[in-house]
């Protein structure tokens, strides 16, 4: 019962009482409009078992950084009119709902002509607050419409059920219903299409790739040449030098071609999750992760990722565009937190990662994040940190004195931290967001002298 109908028994009630105590007609009269008004209500409320089907369309579209979702949700009744139906649904937190035709409801009969159905009356609209609802009534055999849109740069977004409400026509009694009603819309990182580089890192996988391994083999790049052994292929016979040492042959060697192992750490924490209007340390890892995920794998690299955020999330090292999807989707559901483990970069699981692998941390790095990077030299890893700079986040040049020498301070510090990772071996990018990574990317992974094979 809705407090409208219990307002309607109090004051039934209240009057019959009055009438008995003062035997008066009069008020017993007063008293029937009320009691028909009830009476009409529990004759029409929906009591019997319902039969509405509910059905979920999910579409996704991105035009520029952000993406569009629109949600539909059809309800058909394939069994007893219901004199209202209201349908609501919550959108998914930190969204944006958009407004006009995108939050519309229909109800279709059963030509297939479709009619507008009513918003509810509460609120005036179709969106109350942070619901989005409908209502009218629903014969058997019509379908009635609740749709709206959300934009959002990324995200994985779920729902199971959609919440309705069967009432009489004088919205007296109502019955609560969660119809189920499943969908699911992953809004992918965007991708930033770098230009690609040749990337020479200490150490590659001996599976034939696309990079120089600094020793010889199968290749195309001439690498020297060498006496002749028995088995040597014959296309590879060096017979100009064969000419002119008579009694000798010789065999020319390529350099060999291999594939890298990366392994990507995405920090999006909440503790290094700092927000200066529109942009975001754990937004800006995540789309850096993204595009350079895409530009590892199309060079034919094989690209792994740990991605800390709420929780942490493992992707297993592996090659191609199922892979990419693999990963996008992972770096989709990076929403920022905190995490009752308390989750950190020391607790990154390093096993996953081989030996020879190339591990790229992309973080802002905190006071506790340093432990991990000697672990990881102490593997053998090669370490190459990209760090976005939270110090000059947003900086506008407007700041008094105090503020400044505050900044300048926590930059000679941020330095000096940063100088203890390349006195490990660590080649380290302190990025300010507002450059492109790219070429940064490109010469801090320029080949190093002394390489080991």
């Known amino acids: 019962m809705t407090r409208r109908g219990l307002a ?53 579209e991105r035009a520029g950084g952000a993406a569009e979702v629109r949600v539909r949700v059809t309800v058909r009744n394939e069994g007893s009119a219901v004199p209202v139906l209201r349908l609501w649904e919550e959108p998914p937190q930190g969204v944006s709902v958009s407004h006009g035709d995108a939050r519309r409801a229909e109800r279709m009969q059963r030509g297939g002509h ?49 919440h309705a409400v069967a009432s009489d026509p004088f919205r007296l009694f109502d019955r609560v219903l969660h119809l189920p009603a499943s969908g699911e819309a992953v809004v992918r990182p ?40 028995p ?18 042959l010789f065999t020319r060697e ?29 937004d800006v890892c995540v789309d850096a992760a993204a595009s350079l995920s895409e530009m590892f794998l199309r060079g034919g690299n094989r690209v792994g990722l740990v991605l800390l955020a709420t ?19 992972a770096l989709a559901g990076a929403n920022p937190g905190a ?30 994040d340093w432990e991990l990077f000697p672990r990881l030299r102490a593997r053998g890893n090669e370490v190459l940190v990209i760090s976005p700079d939270p110090v000059r986040l947003g900086h506008d040049g407007s700041l008094d004195r105090a503020e400044r020498l505050a900044r300048r301070v926590a930059r ?21 967001v507002g450059e492109p990574l790219g070429p940064l990317v490109r010469r801090a992974t320029r080949p190093i002298r002394g390489r080991t094979g």
């Not at 088995?231 to 000798?248: F, S, T, V």
């Not at 192992?261 to 503790?271: F, T």
């Not at 000679?412 to 300010?432: A, K, S, Y």
């Open 339 to 368: 995490s009752p483990s308390r989750v950190s970069l020391d607790n990154a699981p390093m096993r996953m990662f081989s030996t020879r692998a190339m591990v790229v941390v992309l973080s802002p790095l905190t006071a506790g």
């Open 231 to 248: 088995g040597d292929e014959m296309r590879r016979l060096d017979w100009r030098r064969a000419a002119r040492h008579p009694g000798q």
């Open 190 to 229: 965007q991708v930033r299409r770098l230009r690609p580089f040749t990337l020479s890192p200490d150490r590659t996988l001996q599976t034939p790739g696309s990079i120089l391994g600094g020793r010889a083999g199968s290749g195309t790049d001439f690498w020297g040449v060498r006496e002749y052994y």
């Open 8 to 60: 309607v028994c109090i004051c039934a009630f209240s009057l019959l009482l009055a009438a008995v105590a003062a035997r008066s007609s009069t008020l017993a009269l007063v008293a029937l409009p009320f009691i028909a008004y009830l009476c009409v209500a529990l004759v029409e409320a929906p009591w019997r078992a319902l039969d509405l089907k509910a059905e979920r369309s999910v579409e996704v």
């Open 254 to 282: 390529h350099e060999q071609e291999e594939i890298a192992d990366i392994g990507l750490i995405v920090d999006a924490r909440e503790e290094v999750d700092l927000h200066c209007g529109n942009q975001s340390l754990a």
């Open 412 to 432: 000679v510090e941020r330095r000096l931290d940063l100088r203890r990772l390349t006195q490990l071996g660590i080649r380290v990018l302190d990025w300010h």
């Open 114 to 162: 479709p009619r507008r159905a009513e918003p509810m009356q509460r609120g005036g609209g179709l969106c109350r607050g942070e619901l989005v609802q409908c209502g009218g009534s629903l014969r058997r055999g019509e379908r009635m419409q609740l749709e709206y849109s959300f934009t959002a740069a990324k995200g994985a977004f779920s729902w199971t059920s959609v």
């Open 311 to 329: 929780v942490m999330k493992v992707v297993h090292p592996g090659y191609g565009k199922v892979q990419l999807q693999r990963l996008l989707r």
